[in-house]
């Protein structure tokens, strides 16, 4: 089992940034995918960013050059850093682990952009 405990969400401006936190319960070694999805009142989850234990990260398209997506493997977390934050990126942030036959959800994070 793993836990993963997100943090960082609030409000902030258009233009601005953010810095979302998951950090995971117990160390994760080996082959995994660790990613963040978002969802929008009314939205399906949609992925946002990945990265695999190898360090390949992905993107969504909405986010690419905007968003960057990390890791600090000997803490097993992974951070999103949002720069030029649009009101459509409001949603509830999840980080999620593939781990083994398993995925792992954290419980979300409120992310709102607003003037």
């Known amino acids: 089992q793993v836990q993963l405990v997100e943090s960082g969400g609030g409000l902030v401006q258009p233009g601005g940034s953010l810095r979302l936190s998951c950090a995971a319960s117990?160390?994760?070694?080996?082959?995994?995918?660790m990613g963040w999805y978002r969802q929008a009142p009314g939205n399906e989850r949609e992925m946002v960013a990945g990265?695999?234990?190898?360090?390949?990260?992905s993107y969504a398209d909405t986010v690419k050059g905007r968003f960057t997506i990390s890791k600090e493997n000997g803490k097993s977390t992974v951070y999103l850093q949002m720069n030029s934050l649009k009101p459509e990126d409001t949603a509830v942030y999840y980080c999620?682990?593939?781990?083994?036959?398993?995925?792992?959800w954290g419980q979300g994070t409120q992310v709102a952009v607003s003037l």
């Open positions: 117990r160390t994760i070694s080996g082959t995994y995918v």
């Open positions: 999620k682990v593939r781990y083994g036959p398993a995925d792992y």
């Open positions: 990265i695999i234990s190898g360090g390949q990260k």
